[in-house]
T-cell receptor, first 114, second 112 residues
């Protein structure tokens, strides 16, 4: 079983629709992250959370919101999707006690906004 | 500002060595990393180096860090077709915040 799971794996939607991407983890980690990957741009941080009550904006948070429903669940929402949000989205986890700050990634969600 | 740069593509023949390069800008980075992304999958940590080290070797992998030039490289010896993937350099910034800044990724294509 995968430690970090993302649903859905693929999604096609239309401009203006509200979309939610979900991430769950069984690693017992306190920290969770959402990134987007675009060709030629690498991964960019959207939001991160250090525990259920701690949510922080990353470098590209405009147009996105998140919810940390439990330590194991971190959801990313696009309130009104637009075509330039078409990308590959990754959830990642980490733990404050890890000495070298390793992050563990889910398999990704490919989102297409038409 | 924070910026991590890599070349986009590298092609090598099976059995040759591959060298993937990366430059970064934040001199306060504590750790630097190499992540590997295989087709259709998420990223997996390949190796990392602490900022007070110059070199780290792990089986076929050698990481070199030049702090003066803010240059990081990953050498893969005896490259195999299974090494074909995208390789991301990343730096850890902000101390306890555990934020990673990723490079653009280098696609390594291994020709049989």
């Amino acid at each position: 079983d995968a430690d970090v799971t993302q649903t859905p794996r693929n999604r096609i939607t239309k401009t203006g629709k509200r979309i939610m991407l979900e991430c769950s983890q069984t690693k017992g980690h306190d920290r969770m992250y959402w990134y987007r990957q675009d060709p030629g741009l690498g991964l960019r941080l959207i939001y991160y959370s250090f525990d259920v009550k701690d949510i922080n904006k990353g470098e590209i948070s405009d147009g996105y919101s998140v919810s940390r429903q439990a330590q194991a669940k971190f959801s990313l929402s696009l309130e009104s999707a637009i075509p330039n949000q078409t990308a590959l989205y990754f959830c990642a986890t980490g733990h404050r006690d890890y000495p070298y700050n390793e992050q563990f990634f889910g398999p990704g969600t490919r989102l297409t906004v038409l | 500002g924070e910026d991590v740069e890599q070349s986009l593509f590298l092609s090598v023949r099976e059995g040759d060595s591959s060298v993937i390069n990366c430059t970064y800008t934040d001199s306060s980075s504590t750790y630097l990393y190499w992540y590997k992304q295989e087709p259709g999958a998420g990223l997996q940590l390949l190796t990392y180096i602490f900022s007070n080290m110059d070199m780290k070797q792990d089986q076929r992998l050698t990481v070199l860090l030049n702090k003066k030039d803010k240059h990081l490289s990953l050498r893969i010896a005896d490259t195999q077709t299974g090494d074909s993937a995208i390789y991301f350099c990343a730096e850890s910034i902000g101390g306890a915040t555990n934020k990673l800044i990723f490079g653009t990724g280098t696609l390594l294509a291994v020709q049989p």
